[in-house]
């Protein structure tokens, strides 16, 4: 699909998950982006912001909500207190798996994020779609996002390299915008997409594989 269309189908979805019930997706999506573009980012944040919950596509391919959106987190190691619902992983077998349920489980102390494998959702779906596109900062923003028991917690402080230390200053200054930005008048969609629409023609091809 085109980026665009793609945007217009997410338009037809209501996330259960979101606080923000009374705007339309496309809505949700041009407040970050132009609180981002307001306080005078680079471009390639803007689209960033633009871009950020378009994964979200993948409810409307027939994935249930539940394993699309939602609090993201490393498996493969004991679940932390501070995702979302923790009670939950109570019924979640890794919690039993002496392989998995140790602080470290199959990773070592500082190995990088790019070592770890993260909950499916939507961060990690539109992170590999976008990965040959995007600047590192940006790909950052978009698959850990949902990353909230750390750029919140700093649960999984044991497993970040520096990179990760440094990239994730950009994740924090990111989700400013993306929970923060509602603004008192819905931004206006047609007066905006041609810019957005350059935006996208000069990062990204015009057909993405969804």
């Keep these: ?9 997410l338009n037809t979805l209501v996330d259960d998950s979101d606080p923000d019930l009374d705007l339309d997706q496309t809505q949700h999506l041009l407040q970050t982006s132009e609180a981002i573009r307001n306080d005078g980012h680079e471009d390639w944040f803007i689209l960033t912001g633009f871009l950020h919950d378009l994964g979200k596509v993948l409810c409307l391919f ?10 993201t987190f490393p498996v493969g190691c004991k679940f932390s207190d501070s995702i979302v619902y923790p009670e939950f992983f109570n019924d979640n077998l890794d919690i039993h798996n002496e392989k998995y349920n140790s602080k470290l489980g199959i990773y070592k102390e500082n190995c990088g994020l790019e070592n770890v494998k993260m909950s499916w959702g939507h961060d990690e779906y539109l992170f590999q779609i976008l990965k040959p596109h995007l600047p590192l900062p940006a790909l950052y923003m978009i698959r850990y996002h949902s ?12 497993l970040l390299n520096d990179q990760d230390h440094e990239m994730f200053e950009w994740v924090k200054k990111f989700n400013q915008y993306d929970l923060y930005s509602k603004a008192p008048e819905p931004p206006n969609t047609k007066e905006l ?10 990062y990204l091809p015009e057909y993405i594989n969804f």
């Design 62 to 71: 027939g994935e249930p909500q539940w394993a699309v959106v939602g609090d």
């Design 193 to 202: 997409k041609p810019y957005y629409q350059d935006l996208i023609s000069k």
């Design 1 to 9: 699909m085109k980026v665009w269309d793609a945007i217009d189908f």
């Design 147 to 158: 990353f909230y028991s750390q750029h919140r917690e700093n649960a999984y402080d044991f």
